[in-house]
């Protein structure tokens, strides 16, 4: 009956981060195998160490995770801009692979930097969020530049804690 218990907890804990947000994720993952290593070693530091180790590389890995997609999202809003000219506002859009978190908006082109180092291009874009009347557009402030392998993202504001994950 005891393992019964035991193995229904670690499936409730399992669980857990399909309810939980993105950030309580490496917490929980290092709770269930920390608890799931001290339980099957008989040894709380064991399950300690465990959990901890399980917490870092879930951590690490949502962070690298979230990184390619903002990355993804940059450069497609970057070539968009890349083959604009000043003045001009067009539609862009990311569909990730895996059917969350895609974005779409506005962009248009304020300016135009030449440099002897960089050509660059200020644009104001907007990332839509929601469907129907509960639809929002929010604006935003960016710089894209020319680079050996296309355009790219240079540089946005506001900060990324005020606008979400595209920084």
Known sequence: MRRLGTAALLALLA????????????????AVTGTAAAVGSGNPAVGIL??????????EGLRRFSRGRSRT???????VV???????????RVRHDLPFGNKQG???VLRAVETPLAECKEVLFSV?????ADATRRW???SA???DEGWKWAAAEPATERWGSLQ
């Not at 465990?50 to 590389?57: E, L, Q």
């Open 15 to 30: 669980a857990a981060p399909l309810a939980a947000g993105c950030s309580s994720v490496g917490g929980i993952a290092g």
């Open 50 to 59: 465990v959990g901890v180790g399980t917490r870092a590389v879930a951590d």
């Open 73 to 79: 999202e940059q450069d497609a809003l970057a070539e």
């Open 82 to 92: 890349g083959g604009m000219a000043v003045g001009e506002a067009r539609p862009w």
């Open 106 to 108: 506005e962009a248009r």
């Open 128 to 132: 839509e969020s929601g469907e129907g």
């Open 140 to 142: 935003f402030l960016a």
């Open 145 to 147: 530049c020319r680079q």
